[in-house]
């Protein structure tokens, strides 16, 4: 069975500009989370969506969305980037909320 | 609110040796308690969850972990380090008094474990 996957695995944007992340859980995996890494502030849950619906948004701001389609694949946009976007974001899907969430390898995106 | 801790941001263990790393936990309801590992570079790995039943929890990779009621803990532990478990170790948490459609998955900050030869 394939894991999760992120495209892209790398990027470099230039402050202000606009990026969308894309992740592709494991095949039959409906909820999909993304997370925001970062060496100061650790691992920080950004949103999870089931079935094309957000449950659950973590504490940033309105810069920061996502959606989810009708294959669970789930995208996540940031708009107007600022240096402090520099992260690695991870996406990680799972069966349920009982189960293991499968994390994705990441993208690295890195604003100048 | 949910929260977890992890006291101790670097553990160093000898290789051959027991290790221990620390998680404790605050929760409304009941929790489900997952460890994860994640070496350089890499997303998260799974290696072991507690939801409900036995105590004592074994993973992957040899690694156990003990879920501690009373002292709302869930130490994540093995028996003999190897150089190759070197790596960043999270504890998380969901609490389940939200139910599915509510509460989201914390993590605790990190511990990154050396095992030296």
């Known amino acids: 069975k394939a894991g999760v996957t992120q495209t892209p695995r790398y990027l470099i944007k230039t402050r202000g500009q606009q990026v969308t992340l894309s992740c592709s859980p494991i095949s039959g995996h409906r909820s999909v989370s993304w997370y925001q890494q970062t060496p100061g502030q650790g691992l920080q849950f950004l949103f999870e969506?089931?079935?094309?619906?957000?449950?659950n948004k973590g504490n940033f701001p309105g810069r920061f969305s996502g959606r989810q389609f009708s294959n669970s694949r789930s995208e996540m946009n940031v708009s107007t980037l600022e240096l402090g976007d520099s992260a690695l974001y991870l996406c990680a899907s799972s069966l349920t909320d009982y189960n293991e969430q499968f994390f994705g390898p990441g993208t690295r995106l890195t604003v100048l | 609110a949910q929260s977890v801790a992890q006291p101790e941001d670097q553990v160093n263990v000898a290789e051959g040796n027991p290790l221990t790393v620390k998680c404790t936990y605050s929760?409304?309801?009941?929790?489900?308690l997952f460890w994860y590992v994640q070496y350089p570079n890499r997303g998260l790995q799974f290696l072991l969850k507690y939801i409900t039943g036995d105590n004592l929890v074994k993973g992957s990779y040899g690694f156990e972990a003990e879920f501690n009621k009373s002292q709302t803990s869930f130490h994540l532990k093995k028996p003999s380090a190897l150089v190759s478990d070197s790596a960043l170790y999270f504890c998380a948490v969901r609490d389940d008094f939200y139910g599915g459609s509510q509460g989201n998955l914390i993590f605790g900050k990190g511990t990154k474990l050396s095992v030296k030869p």
């Open positions: 929760v409304s309801g009941n929790p489900y």
């Open positions: 969506y089931f079935s094309e619906t957000q449950r």
